[in-house]
């Protein structure tokens, strides 16, 4: 595929990015691949100062690291990594799930529905990087009904590494599993049960974090 087809008008770099970003959450690019510069620029068509601007981008958000001497690699999630942001990821989404419950109402129900059925699809094939984009999606509906700008800002922050983290946690499971998994979430937060809400986000961790 000719990545260089992508491009459009959107900033240079940071459209770079996201089609570099794609590729580490799709597993195009394994977690300690090394990128070199000159490389992906003749791969995307952009100049070595574009995707320059890209890397520094994505080291910002965790998703590479920079080598002293050795230049980017593609970062490499540890236990530790992987424990820190299931137990962020838990704190913010159960602290959502329950707000969001105490302020639903017919619209945000019917939004939430709308992005429940959509993971639901996606869980019905075998493309991960759709439900792992859906399972996301679906959070951050919820994130969004919670009111809280603070809490939304925050999980912005971790936003893209919590692709990488759903990406590894996901695939370790049937995908119908990763689906009725929510189940309980959403039914809660529609019925505008708060506390129902939260535990079920905390159970969906459980479930689904890595192992301590």
Not at 162 to 185: A, C, K, M, W
Request: proline fraction near 2%; aromatic fraction near 4%; include cysteine.
């Amino acid at each position: 595929m000719n990545k260089s087809a992508l491009i459009n008008k959107r900033s240079l770099e940071d459209q770079a990015a996201d089609l570099i970003r794609e590729d580490i959450i799709n597993g195009e690019l394994t977690p300690g691949t090394r990128l070199v510069e000159t490389t992906l620029a003749k791969e995307y068509g952009l100049s070595r100062g574009t995707i320059r601007i890209a890397l520094h981008q994505l080291g910002s958000e965790s998703l590479i690291t920079q080598v002293p001497y050795a230049g980017w690699s593609v970062s490499q999630l540890t236990e530790q990594d992987l424990w820190e942001l299931s137990t962020l990821r838990s704190s913010l989404e159960s602290m959502a799930a329950r707000l969001a419950a105490e302020h639903i109402t017919a619209a945000g129900a019917g939004r939430l529905q709308e992005a429940y059925s959509h993971l639901l699809e996606c869980c019905a094939g075998d493309d991960f990087s759709a439900i792992t984009r859906a399972d996301l999606a679906l959070h951050k509906t919820i994130i969004d009904l919670s009111g809280h700008g603070r809490l939304a800002k925050q999980y912005q922050l971790i936003e893209n590494q919590l692709l990488s983290y759903i990406s590894v946690s996901n695939q370790s499971f049937d995908p119908e599993t990763v689906g009725s998994s929510h189940r309980e979430l959403v039914e809660a937060i529609c019925a505008g049960r708060g506390a129902d809400a939260a535990a079920a986000a905390e159970a969906e961790h459980n479930m689904t974090g890595p192992e301590q």
